[in-house]
């Protein structure tokens, strides 16, 4: 049966880094708003020029420019496709505009997995990061870090940080995820869908705990 989920969390609890592998392991599609947005950024489209401004301060863009995009995305993925939703949705709205979206489509998500890191921990993460210029894949300077300083291990290309992984920008999007996107956290527990997953520790001991809670939980819908 294909997987649908929602992933959710604090900036730098490890979504993307999380979603890259669980789709790869379970075959599911990966769908990042982020990525969406910084791709359209690095293109120069009219999307990534509306947007540039508002992702580099950390601050959250509109609703409407996302609907598209995503109502796009899971109409091309189709009914039978399973797939995880990385940054999406991030409001209240956002999570009844997905509801909608799905009931539409004959389908909902099985589970919103939340990331549950400590903040203290989060500008560690974030500072450390680099992203390829190329082929944006991610390191980390102590965690993941590439073979060669500075360039990227895949495609040679030249890393560099986030405008929005400085820190005063780090504690705006924080701001942000406390008071905006913390309140869907209400909404997926009331509809018995929340998972709370313990995010700091090691990527592949995140990504155990992240299948063993998935497992529990198709095991006790079937009880
Ligand atoms: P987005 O890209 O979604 O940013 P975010 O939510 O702030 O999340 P990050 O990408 O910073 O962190 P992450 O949790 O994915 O962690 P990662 O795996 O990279 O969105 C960016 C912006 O786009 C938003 O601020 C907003 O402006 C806009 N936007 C996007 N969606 C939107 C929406 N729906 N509505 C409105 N606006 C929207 O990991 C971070 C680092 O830690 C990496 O270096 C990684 O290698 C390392 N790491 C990860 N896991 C571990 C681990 N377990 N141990 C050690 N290191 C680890």
Do not use: W
């Not at 992933?7 to 730098?12: A, W």
């Not at 540039?52 to 863009?61: D, I, P, R, S, T």
């Amino acid at each position: 049966m294909a997987l649908r989920l929602v992933l959710m969390g604090p900036p730098g609890s490890g979504k993307g880094t999380q979603a890259k592998i669980l789709a790869e392991r379970e075959g599911l599609a990966h769908l990042s708003t982020g990525d969406i947005l910084r791709g359209a950024m690095a293109s120069g489209s009219e999307l990534g020029l509306k947007v540039k401004e508002v992702v580099e301060a950390g601050q959250l863009v509109s609703d409407d420019v996302l609907y598209g995009v995503i109502e796009e995305s899971l109409k091309k993925l189709g009914p039978k496709m399973g797939f995880i939703l990385d940054g999406f949705p991030r409001n209240l709205r956002q999570a009844e505009f997905l509801e909608a979206i799905l009931e539409k489509l004959g389908i909902g998500i099985d589970a919103a997995v939340l990331l549950d890191f400590p903040e203290e921990s989060l500008i560690k993460r974030l500072s450390g990061r680099r992203v390829c210029s190329r082929c944006a894949k991610e390191y980390h300077i102590d965690f993941l870090p590439p073979k060669i300083e500075g360039r990227c291990d895949r495609c040679g290309g030249e890393l560099y940080r986030r405008e929005d992984d400085e820190p005063e920008k780090i504690a705006t999007r924080l701001r942000v995820y406390n008071d905006v996107t913390l309140q869907m956290v209400d909404f997926y527990r009331d509809r018995s869908l929340l998972i709370r997953v313990d995010a700091d520790g090691s990527i592949q001991d995140v990504v155990q705990r992240v299948l063993d809670s998935i497992g529990n939980r198709a095991k006790e819908k079937r009880l």
